[in-house]
């Protein structure tokens, strides 16, 4: 079975620049979750998915990240424009919890971004 | 709010030695409770979890952790370290909603480092 695949693995970019990451779930996955995971640091949740259903993006810095999940399957991540402080790795996860339930999420490579 | 405390940003152990890495939450409600390790570049990989019933759990590559309510801790250990088990780990625990219940959003601590000397 495949895990989550996540593309590019690695990318730099320059300030004010834009860019995206995608993820794709494992198959069944109903819910997907985008984390950010700072140098030293453990994953923060960005947004988490059930099905196309955003329902939590509480810590989402929306003025320049963006997130859809159309046909509730791949996922795509947008930074516009990108900042300094916004190298670090991306993390997806996916799991079949939905509602509540603690299931497992299974996690993949991430992306690296550097923004120079 | 939940939170997780993990005791040692570095831990070094001699190859054969018991590794035991500190977790300590913080929770309102009872909790689930999470081990992931991450190797270099990869993402991170269940180790075991907690959830109800049985309070030592066991996981995968040997590990095991025990959920100690008293002590508010979840540590974990393994009797015998292997060269292979140098990675990052990361204990997580499962948040609430006000309205009770899991909302299935993990909050991770800030990991600890394992490095396995020959």
């Known amino acids: 079975e495949a895990g989550v695949v996540q593309s590019p693995r690695y990318k730099i970019i320059e300030k004010k620049q834009p860019v995206a990451f995608w993820c794709n779930p494992i198959?069944?996955?109903?819910?997907l979750y985008w984390y950010l995971q700072n140098l030293g640091q453990g994953p923060e949740l960005l947004i988490r998915?059930?099905?196309?259903?955003?329902?939590?993006d509480s810590q989402l810095p929306k003025d320049r990240f963006s997130a859809e999940r159309l046909k509730g399957v791949d996922s795509t991540l947008k930074i516009q424009p990108a900042e300094l402080g916004d190298s670090a790795v991306y993390l997806c996860a996916s799991s079949l919890a939905q509602r509540g339930a603690p299931d497992t999420q299974y996690f993949g490579p991430g992306t690296r971004l550097t923004v120079l | 709010a939940q939170s997780v405390t993990q005791l040692g940003s570095h831990v070094s152990v001699s190859e054969g030695a018991l590794v035991l890495l500190r977790c300590n939450y913080s929770s309102s409600v009872p909790p689930y409770l999470f081990w992931y390790v991450q190797y270099p570049n990869q993402g991170l990989q269940l180790l075991l979890k907690?959830?109800?019933?049985?309070?030592l759990v066991k996981g995968i590559n040997g590990f095991e952790a025990e959920f100690k309510k008293s002590e508010t801790s979840f540590h974990l250990t393994k009797p015998s370290a292997h060269m292979s088990d140098a990675a990052e780990y990361f204990c997580?625990?499962?948040?609430?909603?006000?309205?009770?219940?899991?909302?299935?959003?993990?909050?991770f601590g800030k990991g600890t480092k394992l490095s396995v000397k020959p």
């Open positions: 907690y959830t109800t019933g049985a309070t």
């Open positions: 997580a625990v499962s948040s609430y909603s006000n309205y009770g219940g899991s909302q299935g959003n993990l909050i």
């Open positions: 998915y059930e099905n196309e259903e955003a329902v939590d």
């Open positions: 198959s069944g996955h109903n819910t």
